[in-house]
Every structure is written in structure tokens, then in C-alpha cells.
């Protein structure tokens, strides 16, 4: 059996026992969080709004952290403008611990 929830405006397909990065969260570490479902598979796939409301994922936060760096490089061709920056996202590790 498997979910799609949503969380940081990004959405992501999950079964029990997963691991999941997605963007930082307000929780510490050992906290449990309740993930929106938008649809449930296995036998039968249940995609009714009606029939998933009050329906949450279950998830344990394992670890807050930072992701990998990534360069961002502005050019402006023969007009000597270049520019160097980097950004590290702040990420969540999730595991997901029971299903709806």
C-alpha cells in the first residue's frame, strides 16, 4: 500500500517504512508530524477528496540538516558582469510510520 501526501508545496509517493527529505519543518528530532494525503493505492486506489478527508500520514522526524550546496552563477556576456553565490537548503528527514 502506498500514499501521495503533500508537504511544502511538493508532493511525494510513500509507503510504511520510507525515509523522505522534504524541506525543513517545525519539528525536532523523535517528533511525530501528520502529512496531508491526496490519494491512496494498493488494492484499491482512492482518490475522492470526500473519502481522504481527515486522513494523515503518520511520520517520525529522524534528523534536521542541511542540504548540498548549490552554485548559482550569473553571466552577462562582454559586459564583465559575473556573479558567484551559493545556497544550502534546510531539509527534514522523515520516516513514515503508519499509513491511512
Not at 68 to 88: L, P, S
Request: charged letters at 35%; glycine letters at 8%.
Amino acid at each position: 500500500m502506498y500514499a501521495i501526501v503533500t508537504t511544502g508545496s511538493k508532493q511525494y509517493k510513500v509507503a510504511k517504512g520510507d525515509v523522505i527529505d522534504v524541506e525543513k519543518l517545525d519539528a525536532n528530532e523523535g517528533d511525530t508530524v501528520e502529512l496531508d494525503v491526496l490519494m491512496c493505492g494498493g488494492d484499491k486506489t482512492v482518490a475522492d477528496p470526500k473519502e481522504l478527508k481527515g486522513k494523515k500520514v503518520k511520520a517520525k522526524v529522524l534528523r534536521n540538516y542541511r542540504g548540498k550546496k548549490v552554485t548559482v552563477f550569473k553571466f552577462h556576456k562582454r559586459k564583465r558582469y559575473q556573479r558567484t553565490r551559493g545556497h544550502r537548503q534546510s531539509m527534514t528527514a522523515l520516516e513514515i510510520v503508519a499509513l491511512p
